[in-house]
């Protein structure tokens, strides 16, 4: 019983760090409840962020 609640809460820790990326909260939980939270992580570290601005992207509000 402890080692699934530790593993729900690593799996939780990924989904908030991973909030702001391309597979937002639940991607990343669900990804790293299905692999493992260390997978998770590194899912995290490859992903990109949703945010991210390129020099070509037109520019929008004027």
Known sequence: ??????????SLLVGFLGRKTRFGFWGNFFASMLLSPLVGLLLIL???????????????GE
């Open 1 to 10: 019983m402890p080692v699934f609640v530790i593993f729900f809460a690593g």
């Open 46 to 60: 490859a992903a990109e962020p949703v945010n991210a601005k390129t020099p070509d992207s037109p520019q929008t």
